[in-house]
């Protein structure tokens, strides 16, 4: 069971997330926008953050590059898990360090799969 963050300012689709992570058999933390899933990660060290790009304040990119900035934090792999569905953003995500990038609404076996391998490329 991995200890993952979910970081997306819709608390409808943060409901809907936890559930499905939660039914994949891991431990879930929430965090409405990209500050306070920084601050939770420096406190919390999670497993695994998957986080939508487009929130208020600090967007998914700035805070996956403030994590990885921070020693403390930065070998947390982060999944962007977003609507933006367009390469120019998916690369742009992935140049930022992302361990993998997913579109809305994401499947439980494409999400699990995407667990599964970052968690594995952390050990």
């Given at each position: ?60 990119f700035e805070a996956k590059r403030t994590l990885a900035r921070d020693e ?52």
């Open positions: 069971m991995a200890k993952i963050l979910i970081v997306d300012d819709s608390p409808s689709y943060r409901l809907q997330l936890s559930q499905l992570v939660q039914r994949l058999g891991h431990s879930v933390e929430v965090a409405a926008d990209g500050e306070e899933g920084v601050q939770k990660a420096q406190a919390d060290h999670p497993d695994l953050v998957l986080m939508d790009v487009v929130m208020p304040g600090m967007n998914g403390a934090t930065a070998h947390i792999p982060v999944v962007f898990v977003t609507t933006q569905n367009d390469n120019v953003d998916r690369d742009w995500g992935m140049r930022q360090g992302a361990v993998d990038y997913m579109t809305k609404p994401v499947d439980a076996a494409s999400l699990q799969a995407a667990i599964d391998a970052a968690i594995a490329n952390r050990r």
